[in-house]
T-cell receptor, first 110, second 115 residues
Framework: KNEVEQSPQNLTAQEGEFITINCSYS?????LHWLQQHPGGGIVSLFM???GKKKHGRLIATINIQEKHSSLHITASHPRDSAVYIC????????????FGKGTKLSVKP | NAGVTQTPKFQVLKTGQSMTLQCAQD?????MSWYRQDPGMGLRLIHY???????DQGEVPNGYNVSRSTTEDFPLRLLSAAPSQTSVYFC??????????????FGPGTRLLVL
């Protein structure tokens, strides 16, 4: 079974700061997912990546396959970025299902 | 497209009652899944389906049943509710059968309280 660990669990930042959230997994994967859970509870997919880096607006996701590690960066953070960020990786022998990390709760203060 | 819809948004049950959580998607997605989210834990897979007529168990299937008679609908049945099933339930879908290699589309969630 793939183990997915996120750090930190909680993160408080001032508006404008550069933010990094980390994710490590134990089993080699085909794709790693980053998701955002809004304060209201809804979950949206941010990125799916299997190598290198992806960028969408102020969000950047990177992955190092050899080290089994991924990071989510937020540049010029804003209070509207406050949310729980979740990474997920395929479970071993799981027929395509995902194992989710416990999430990182981000709070950006104005 | 409405995307993935779930009903009800919130439900209170008494121990021993049964109910069905509804999930529907209008994107013609093959893969659908049910997760539960509990405080301090990651989303955990309950049941999933890779297509109409095909379902399988996930990590925490006990106490739940599913069926997939159409591509659009994937209801989750609680057979005899227990307080341990108090949770927030999310339905998700992906276009093809390989869920882990595709973008996940989530429903808004159903908050269930079992007394």
């Amino acid at each position: 079974k793939n183990e997915v660990e996120q750090s930190p669990q909680n993160l408080t930042a001032q508006e404008g700061e550069f933010i990094t959230i980390n994710c490590s997994y134990s089993v080699g994967i085909s794709a790693l997912h980053w998701l955002q859970q809004h304060p209201g509870g809804g979950i949206v997919s941010l990125f799916m990546l299997s190598s290198g880096k992806k960028k969408h607006g102020r969000l950047i996701a990177t992955i190092n396959i050899q080290e089994k590690h991924s990071s989510l960066h937020i540049t010029a953070s804003h209070p509207r970025d406050s949310a729980v960020y979740i990474c997920a990786a395929p479970g071993r022998g799981s027929q395509g299902n995902l194992i989710f990390g416990k999430g990182t709760k981000l709070s950006v203060k104005p | 497209n409405a995307g993935v819809t779930q009903t009800p948004k919130f439900q209170v049950l008494k121990t021993g009652q049964s109910m069905t959580l509804q999930c529907a998607q209008d994107m013609n997605h093959e893969y659908m899944s049910w997760y539960r989210q509990d405080p301090g834990m990651g989303l955990r897979l309950i049941h999933y389906s890779v297509g109409a007529g095909i379902t399988d168990q996930g990590e925490v299937p006990n106490g739940y049943n599913v069926s997939r008679s159409t591509t659009e609908d994937f209801p989750l049945r609680l057979l005899s509710a227990a307080p341990s099933q108090t949770s927030v339930y999310f339905c998700a879908s992906t276009p093809r059968g390989t869920g882990h290699q595709e973008t996940q589309y989530f429903g808004p969630g159903t908050r269930l309280l079992v007394l």
